[in-house]
């Protein structure tokens, strides 16, 4: 054994036994641009010009040209930085380029014009560099195929002179040298020592699909399984980054989305490698949505009133109901049936509470013997006051409230405390005599269903009677007054006054809907009106949704086509959307007067509801449909379409009511589907806001603008309604249905309105 370990150590020190080759020949001839600031401003290109005392090593004969004496210093700096990962060194260095001096002697009596003689030191290359490279874990060269079959404690040994022999770059006598100490190695143990793998690693992750589910800020954990592990190194690469190099992946995420993770296993044999595909999804703590009427929630004494809120999130959830400010529940089930047998006040407040958080919602509940009539003036905007009107002398006013929750009501108008005779209808036409302020008061008396009874042969029970009024301030004008336009006016609009959408697939949407998150009045005002001066169309979403325009003038009656708006509509897609003016009779500029309709096609037809209501619920959690109730009796929900519409909420973001009720004109969906499942919604005639009527005057098409009357204005009970003029229009979009994967029919208005009576 020693014979054979003292040939393997003989034949390395002659394997690593070095001589010049014709490479160090090359690698020693090559030059660099150094020398004096004249030859590597010319990049060494004046051997025959001379005159330079860097010419003494390209063309010695070149210091003739000299004159006269010369002495010349020509320092350098050179800057050699590598940056790679886990080593980045730096060797900034002050060199001298060129140092030397020309001796001229000049005498015209010789036949020697002159003698010059010259010393110079020009730097030709930079040899102060050296690169050692040591390789792990990579089976890409040859070098590291040896390297990996030699014992890892034997090579631990070794300081860093031996190692320099073994890795250095010094071309072909590498190899033998690492074949013979692979081979002294060898010899210095005994038989059966080495362990090498046969097989490289072989990945198994604990999931069949290799699908993952995390949380934000929540850690994933995977635990893989490996053959053929042995010495194996681990790294856990996520987008080209090694982010740990542990056996189990543990790891935090911060954004919801899609993550792919590839685990490599490397051992002496080879390496495995697989990937994992890890969903990132936003913590889920429970959404409770328990809508109560605007008016408050009114029960009756002795009903059961059976709670069934939705709760997003709420699976293997714990519910808890607790009443007033008690700290036990007094029930801990989903639903909660509530009972009071007398009258009073209380609260009624659930939480539920999943892996990921709580809610909570607290509903003031009003127990009374009779629930009261409520009565409700339609406001003319969401901004403005609804019982505050206003209308011209000689003008009309027509007063139209809502009235639930009355068995049998009976109606009576008062003006200024003055019963008005045979105003019996819940209509009132108010027409003042003069200019002023008036008070007009609408009273609704109900009589229960219980009739009237004897109690006893003295003593006889009446049928209760409820009354219940609101009164309304309105203020009458002397006379209309148009703005006259002015020289700097403009045909179209210019101002945005209220927008509001109903909710719908557009409404918040960030892309084509070009929403940036708007949480006010004023923010969605001003996106509105940002858009539509711009050409870009606003969605109205499903019925109901509206936007007020107005102008910087009157727009006359004129009996012909008077204005034109512009929408989305082209033969198949249709969404009609309705029209209503306004005259400013006030004359404050906001949209808080009267508004009249103007007449379509589909007035006064059999499937058309002058006074239609739909009210919306805000949903219980993002990426819900919104449901909806109708006045009809009827209930439906505006669906989500995540696959083409995925921002959290369809609801409008700036509503801060849980419910909200939008009021208008309701149209039949005209809409039909071919044998292929293809959707068409179908146009109407005409009288439509991105419609494809008659009324689209500029193309043959039917795409494009819709043109309008104000001469088509009309009375709720359906009369003209005489107008001069008018200083605001309202698009109100008409239809609550839907086209299926379409989605909901939302009117789409793109571009402020145009007075054409100035454009001829």
Known sequence: MKK???????????????????????????????????????????????????TLSANPAGIGVFRKSEISITPSLNFANTKATDYSPKDNSFQLGDLGAVFAFYSPNFDWKGINFGINYTNLNNFNRKTDQVIWNSSTSLLDVLVRNIRKDWLNDLNEEDMSCFFSHAGRTAIPALLSVALAAAACNKDG??????????????????????????????????????????????????????????YVFNEEGRVYVTLRVENRAGYDEKEARIDVNRLAPPVISLIVPPTGLYVLTGREYTFAPEVQNGENARYEWYLDDSSVPVSTEKD???????????????????????AEKTVAVHVVDVIPVRIAFIPSSYLADPLVRSVSLGRTLFLRPQVSDAVGPEYAWYVNGVLQEDATQRMFAFTPEKEGEYEVTFRVTDTDESPAAPLSRHITRASSKRITEKTLRVTCYERESERVITTTGQPASNRVLEFLPAPGQFVNETGMAGYTGQKSFEEARLYAENRLKKGEFVSLGNFGGYVI?????????????????????????NEPGVVWVMQDVNGNGKPDDEWYELRGSETGGEWTVQEYAVTYYRPAGPRQGVKWTDNLGRSGQVAYLGQFHAQDYYYPLWLEEESHTYYGTGLRQNTTQTPGGDWSNNSFEWGYVDNAGSDNLESSSKTGKTWFKISNAMTPDGQPAGLRYIDFI???????????????????VAGMVIDENLNR
């Open 4 to 54: 054979v370990i003292i040939l393997s150590v003989l034949l390395g020190f002659t394997f690593a036994s070095q001589a010049q080759t014709f490479e160090d020949a090359v690698q020693f001839s090559r030059i660099q641009n150094w020398g004096t600031a004249r030859s590597a401003g010319m990049a060494g290109a004046f051997g025959a010009l001379g005159g330079d005392l860097s």
């Open 193 to 250: 020592e080495i362990t090498l793998p046969d097989s490289k690693p072989r990945i198994t992750l604990d999931s069949e699909t290799g699908v993952y589910a995390a949380k934000i800020g929540r850690a994933v954990t995977i635990t893989p399984t490996v053959e053929n592990e042995g010495e194996a190194a681990y790294s856990w690469t996520i987008d080209d980054e090694v982010v740990s190099t542990a056996r189990v992946f543990e």
């Open 336 to 358: 909660y049936i509530f009972m009071r047998t007398q009258p009073g006040d209380c609260s009624l407040r659930l939480t539920v509470t999943n892996e990921d958080g709580t």
């Open 549 to 573: 325009l107005a102008f910087d003038h009157s727009v006359e009656n004129k009996g012909k086509y008077d204005f034109s708006i512009p929408g989305n509509q082209f033969e198949g897609s």
């Open 730 to 748: 309202k698009v109100q979009s008409a239809i609550n249905g839907s086209a299926g994967g379409l989605g909901e029919l939302s009117t789409e």
